[in-house]
């Protein structure tokens, strides 16, 4: 829970523009209900520019044609930009070389990949994987299944009131039985920025490598894999302002060489006989049949994007935008915040007074303002708060206070709307 006092606010110190960049995408000028669209779930998914919106047409329009398979002209062009998609994403995370960049239908799966084709080969009976409470199902419940099936323990560092991780446990945990942590970078719930650098350190002095769940980080924060030194990281583009249907695994190459293929079939061979095949070089021998090609084109151009505004001005401005949020939420009566780290994102978890969530999310709706309602996929989380559900607003550089303002406002009459 946060208080008035627990909070530093910062005055707006920046100059940043997010006007300007509204003006890139369509659906910003939607109405709801026949009010202005106030989008505030981006934690969820983001909207679109136009930008990325023309390079899925355009491709559709002017290269549609299967990657690695074809001579002709499309094929090429079709390859060309595909492959350049993957050397895009491996520059835009700081990744040594394009082959680390493994191509998903996004985090859920490239965490499930891991646990397939590394857990599966290197987790036995007895062996820990360590996780954090504060994970979303995508990095649970693939952990879960394979402790299962193989006779592995699940072990959690448990976070404190702040939402914060409890580094105490941590050290107690970690042991020689140890074999992966994967964690969460940034949370759905808390906006909580994980000390991770300070993780990755203490599990590879044991030699334990360690996944990272990028979802929440890598659209909001300036992501460098060679220096946070992870073993895995994955994110989904459409959480980037790119397409859904596609995101990434990277991986360092020793990892990737040793795992096993995740799924069988075209692409990801290199010679088969009726008994027995080989497998294609990495990033390939991940990538089973026909990928989502038209989706790379528009992540491709999402990073364009996002490296035309500047991943440290975006860091800058949320962080403003969301510290004024938090302030003027907090002078509502009844207004309880879940999580107060010192090192936050733009994901705001609440509830105000007894209003249920799906109630409050209901009323904003017809106000033209869209949140989050839910368990937010960490019921965990939500079991050990002692409640059922949250409302989450969460914020991305084309919101704007006075976006933030009129959040507030409609916030204000909810509460007087059901009777706090």
């Known amino acids: 829970m946060m208080s008035v006092a627990s909070m530093n606010v910062s005055k707006k110190t920046i100059e940043f523009d997010a006007r300007k960049y509204r003006e890139d995408f369509p659906i910003l000028k939607e109405t709801v209900h026949g009010l202005p669209l106030v989008y505030l779930d981006n934690a969820a998914t983001t909207q679109k520019p136009r930008q990325v919106i023309d390079a899925l047409t355009s491709y559709y329009e002017h290269d549609n044609a299967n990657v690695h398979r074809a001579i002709h002209q499309l094929g090429e062009r079709a390859t060309a930009g595909y492959e350049g998609a993957r050397k895009r994403v491996a520059r835009f995370i700081g990744a040594k070389s394009e082959k680390q960049i493994i191509f998903t239908r996004g985090t859920t799966e490239a965490i499930n990949l891991v646990a397939s084709a590394w857990g599966r080969k290197f987790v036995e009976a007895g062996d820990e994987i360590i996780l954090s ?64 650098k300070r993780i990755i350190r203490m599990a590879h002095d044991r030699g334990v490598p360690v996944l ?115 302030e003027k939420m907090l002078e509502i009566p009844g207004m309880t915040i879940y999580g107060s780290a010192p090192e936050r994102g733009g994901a705001v978890s609440f509830n105000l007074g007894d209003i249920h969530p799906h109630d409050l999310s209901h009323f904003l709706d017809q106000q033209g303002v869209a949140v989050r309602a839910g368990h937010h996929c960490a019921q965990t989380i939500m079991r050990k708060l002692n409640i059922a559900a949250t409302t989450r607003a969460s914020f991305y550089f084309y919101n704007t206070f006075e976006e933030i303002d009129y959040f507030i406002d409609q916030l204000i009459k909810a509460s007087e709307f059901f009777g706090l």
Request: hydrophobic share 40%; glycine share 8%; charged share 15%.
């Open 133 to 196: 409470e504060m994970e979303h199902h995508s990095n649970l419940i693939p952990w879960q299944l394979l402790a299962k099936d193989v006779g592995a323990r699940l072990r959690f560092i448990p976070f404190d009131e702040n939402g914060t991780l409890d580094f105490n446990v941590f050290e107690q945990i970690l042991s020689s039985k140890t074999k992966l942590i994967a964690i969460t970078h940034m949370s759905n719930v808390f906006g909580t920025i994980n000390p991770i």
């Open 212 to 326: 990272l769940d990028g979802a929440q980080s890598v659209p909001h924060l300036p992501v460098d894999v060679e220096h946070l030194d992870c073993d895995f990281m994955a994110f989904s583009a459409h959480k980037m302002l790119g397409p859904t249907g596609i995101g990434v695994l990277y991986g360092k190459m020793q990892q990737l060489e040793n795992m096993n293929p995740y799924q069988g079939g075209g692409e990801m061979i290199n010679s088969v006989w009726l008994d027995s095949a080989t497998w294609a070089e990495i990033p390939h021998k991940f990538e089973a049949g026909t990928p989502n090609i038209a989706g790379a084109f528009g992540f491709a151009a999402a990073i364009d994007y996002l490296e035309q505004v500047g991943m440290e001005n975006i860091t800058l401005y949320e962080q403003e935008l969301t510290s004024y949020a938090i």
